[in-house]
């Protein structure tokens, strides 16, 4: 390890800071890293250990009374551009409760345990353990839960969630099906709306098993009076109640979900995030490093979830794989992120990732893409042909 990701805690003390960690390592171990690539600094140990051009991410806690601490360190890291969340217990009294210097950054409101999960996914994802695009799949029967899904449609895309859900997200003229399975390729959780008769659909069931083969993680809603169903391999069940519905009423058009019951949801969507990532990634590594094993190809996976390959000629080339359909923002915090944590000039960086149930079109604009930019990309199906040249 040449480089740790640095999480700075500035500003005032606050009581959720020591459950906003744990929350953090716990994801850390799920996406296959060890707890001691991070380094945690604050103000006893910024001059000491702080290293402007690693990996960094700030959390500043506002305060009520007005006075800022830490101003020096502050100053220090915006001279420095280091990615900063302005953290306030009311997004109305922003101005009052943070700097003048961080009124321009948008802030995140922290006022219950609920909040913890998605503040934890905006550290990982400004450290670049999690991809910054959030993609989430909403799976259900039409004729059972379309008022429920809608209603989940609009509330994770107001929590930054690119949401799909057939109704809304496939223009006209699109091949639906194509469509589908390539969105459910590049998500990171689905919600399934467990309704009575979800496994006597076809499309449902068709989408639980491409679920299932992807290893994408679900939260399964258990709607009342109705089973968990076994076939979703990486759940997370939420039993719903009566209770969990406006009035207690559940309906066959009209029912929706409390605001309660939707944070609770949305909370635990964040909870998987991380883990259903970490597995599809580590199925990738596992993978690739079999073919170079098969070939005595020699292939090293570094802490950071990079595999190094030395070729026959001595030189290194650098593999990261990838999770999901690579964009062009992809290539360039991939190469960002290379070249803050490893000191050599590498030959080549490629991104690796799995190709099934990416639409031609994207992966002949993939292909386009490798002829022009330094950073290319490996089908993980092609892996093994890949390698036999090096």
């Not at 390592?25 to 799920?30: A, D, F, Q, R, T």
């Not at 345990?113 to 503040?119: A, P, T, Y």
Request: proline share 3%; glycine share 4%; aromatic share 10%.
């Amino acid at each position: 390890m040449t480089t740790k990701y640095q999480l700075i805690k500035i500003g005032e003390n606050n009581s959720f800071y020591s459950e906003i960690l744990e929350v953090f390592y716990l994801h850390i171990i799920e996406l296959g890293l060890q707890k001691d690539c991070i380094i945690e600094i604050d103000e006893n140990n910024f001059s000491a250990e702080y290293k402007a051009n690693a990996p960094t991410f700030c959390l500043y806690f506002g305060s009520t009374s007005g006075i800022f601490p830490n101003q020096d360190i502050l100053n220090n890291l915006l001279e420095d551009a280091t990615l900063l969340l302005p953290i306030v217990s009311d997004l109305t009294k922003f101005t009052q409760q943070i700097p003048k210097e961080l009124h321009n950054i948008n802030g995140f409101q922290l006022t219950t345990k609920e909040d913890v999960e998605r503040l934890t996914s905006s550290i990982l994802e400004g450290l670049s353990l999690l991809r910054l695009s959030r993609r989430l799949f909403i799976s259900y029967k039409r004729d059972e839960s379309t008022s429920v899904a809608i209603q989940l449609f609009e509330q994770f895309e107001k929590n930054g969630f690119d949401v799909f859900i057939d109704t809304h997200s496939i223009r006209p003229g699109e091949p639906f099906q194509e469509e589908l399975w390539h969105r459910m390729a590049d998500t990171d959780v689905i919600v399934m709306l467990n309704t009575p008769n979800f496994m006597k659909s076809h499309w449902t069931t068709q989408e639980l098993a491409q679920a299932n083969a992807m290893s994408i993680g679900v939260v399964q809603l258990v709607f009342p009076n109705h089973k968990l169903e076994r076939e979703a391999e990486l759940s997370i069940p939420i039993q719903l109640t009566y209770k969990d519905f406006d009035n207690c009423v559940l309906g066959t058009s009209t029912k929706s979900l409390t605001e309660n019951s939707i944070q609770k949801i949305v909370s635990q969507v964040e909870s998987i995030r991380a883990r259903s990532l970490g597995a599809r990634q580590d199925n990738i590594i596992s993978e690739f490093i079999s073919f170079a094993q098969k070939l005595k190809v020699k292939a090293q996976l570094q802490p950071e979830k990079f595999i190094t390959i030395t070729k026959r000629d001595g030189k290194e080339l650098i593999v990261i794989p990838t999770v999901g359909i690579p964009q062009a923002f992809t290539y360039h915090q991939k190469d960002e992120l290379i070249k803050r944590i490893k000191k050599n000039d590498e030959e080549v960086i490629y991104i690796l990732y799995d190709h099934i149930n990416i639409r031609e079109r994207w992966l002949k604009h993939l292909d386009w893409l490798d002829t022009y930019l330094p950073i290319k990309t490996i089908k993980l199906l092609n892996s093994e042909q890949w390698l036999q040249k090096l």
